[in-house]
């Protein structure tokens, strides 16, 4: 084999190899926290809900362009969703902070893949604003939220 082209192959790789480097530090890695939803809060990570005890979910903790994808799957007797917002108080809640950040009603045995960019740092809430069996109040209001917190 010609040595100009084995020197070309091997500076290709190389310029290859750096670009693959500098990308993997411009964008953090994937996170793909598990959650299951039930009456009313979110079990994952280690977290599980217990009798008589504050509901919730669990902490999410990403990195600022990490994409998280979070798989939801509802083994609740009620419909329930996942949707990132900034203030968990906010009377109506019908968009998420980051594109993509929320799912449809996921009914009873079903399961949902939410996947979104953690494009900016701060705290935030995921929750479930759905009134189904609640109604007036929202499934969050049952303490059906967890804290998702994305870090620089």
């Given at each position: 084999m010609n040595k100009g082209i084995?020197?070309?192959?091997?500076?290709?790789?190389?310029?290859?190899?750096?670009?693959?480097?500098?990308?993997?530090?411009?964008?953090?890695?994937?996170?793909?926290?598990?959650?299951?939803?039930?009456?009313?809060?979110?079990?994952?990570?280690?977290?599980?809900?217990?009798?008589?005890?504050?509901?919730?979910?669990?902490?999410?903790?990403?990195?600022?362009?990490?994409?998280?994808?979070?798989?939801?799957?509802?083994?609740?007797?009620?419909?329930?969703?996942?949707?990132?917002?900034?203030?968990?108080?906010?009377?109506?809640?019908?968009e998420s902070v980051f594109e993509g950040a929320m799912s449809e009603a996921t009914k009873p045995g079903q399961t949902s893949t939410i996947t979104f960019k953690a494009e900016k740092p701060g705290k935030y809430f995921y929750g479930c604003f759905l009134d189904e069996g609640t109604k007036p109040e929202k499934h969050a209001d049952k303490g059906m939220f967890g804290e998702l917190v994305v870090e620089d």
């Open positions: 084995i020197i070309a192959i091997v500076a290709v790789i190389a310029v290859v190899g750096a670009v693959g480097t500098f990308l993997n530090l411009q964008s953090p890695q994937a996170i793909t926290p598990n959650l299951v939803a039930k009456e009313f809060g979110f079990e994952g990570l280690g977290y599980k809900l217990a009798d008589n005890q504050f509901k919730g979910g669990p902490t999410i903790q990403a990195k600022v362009g990490q994409t998280v994808r979070i798989v939801l799957k509802n083994e609740g007797t009620l419909e329930h969703e996942f949707m990132v917002v900034e203030d968990l108080m906010a009377e109506m809640q019908h």
